[in-house]
């Protein structure tokens, strides 16, 4: 079965500093995508990054960055210079890279981030 | 700002009644996902449609269903509210395994 494990219910980081957030996955598929979204409280899920199994290169996009290890089934975000807008909901997602149609995403549990001034 | 626009934003219904939720989509995306997300937890998938019809369901019981328009906008229906059922349904457009997909902002349902 597939699945997602996001290990930290909660992080605090000071403004301007940089933050791991850890994740997990499981699954038997050779070939897969992981997303990182955002939640603000205003609920809406905004993607963050994304990375193919296939990829070598680590994905990076603007302050994030993925720190992809396959072999160890992990798909971290950096996040680096946090600033106060970054506080939210951060959720790690999976999705089979080869179910045709398909756009089903598993996802974790979630880690709460909060941005200290 | 993903295009994706979710109604009503907030909704209380009682136990045993019926409820609508809808989604409409400016990107023109064939496929259409739903999730329920309850309080403290992940997204749970439960179900897709594409061109119309769904080709993928998650483990949610039948009084959940759903429509796609030919425009691509939808619904989802669920009957028989149960307490249990109150949480956060959001909706999204497009994804898949090498794009990223687009949510609404969703309808948060409580069911008293």
């Known amino acids: 079965a597939q699945k997602i494990t996001q290990t930290q219910p909660g992080m605090f980081v000071q403004e301007k500093e940089a933050v791991t957030l850890d994740c997990t996955y499981d699954?038997?598929?050779?070939?897969?995508?992981l997303f990182w979204y955002k939640q603000p409280s205003s609920g809406e899920m905004i993607f963050l990054i994304y990375?193919?199994?296939?990829d070598e290169q680590n994905a990076t996009e603007g302050r994030y960055s993925l720190n992809f290890q396959k072999a160890r089934k992990s798909a971290n975000l950096v996040i680096s210079a946090s600033q106060l807008g970054d506080s939210a909901m951060y959720f790690c997602?999976?999705?089979?890279?080869?179910?045709?149609?398909?756009?089903?995403?598993?996802w974790g549990l979630g880690t709460s981030l909060a941005v200290n001034p | 700002e993903t295009g994706v626009t979710q109604s009503p934003t907030h909704l209380i219904k009682t136990r045993g009644q019926q409820v609508t939720l809808r989604c409409s989509s400016q990107?023109?995306?064939?496929?259409v996902s739903w999730y329920q997300q309850a309080l403290g937890q992940g997204p749970q998938f439960i179900f897709q449609?594409?061109?119309?019809?769904?080709?993928g369901r998650g483990n949610f019981p039948p009084r959940f269903s759903g429509l796609q328009f030919p425009n691509y906008s939808s619904e989802l229906n669920v009957n028989a509210l149960e307490l249990d059922d109150s949480a956060l349904y959001l909706c999204?457009?497009?994804?898949?395994?090498?794009?990223?997909?687009?949510f609404g902002q969703g309808t948060r349902l409580t069911v008293v």
């Open positions: 999204a457009t497009g994804g898949g395994a090498n794009t990223e997909a687009f």
């Open positions: 990107s023109g995306h064939n496929t």
């Open positions: 449609y594409y061109r119309e019809e769904e080709n």
């Open positions: 699954t038997s598929d050779q070939s897969y995508g």
């Open positions: 990375q193919g199994s296939y």
């Open positions: 997602a999976m999705s089979p890279l080869n179910a045709g149609n398909n756009r089903k995403l598993i």
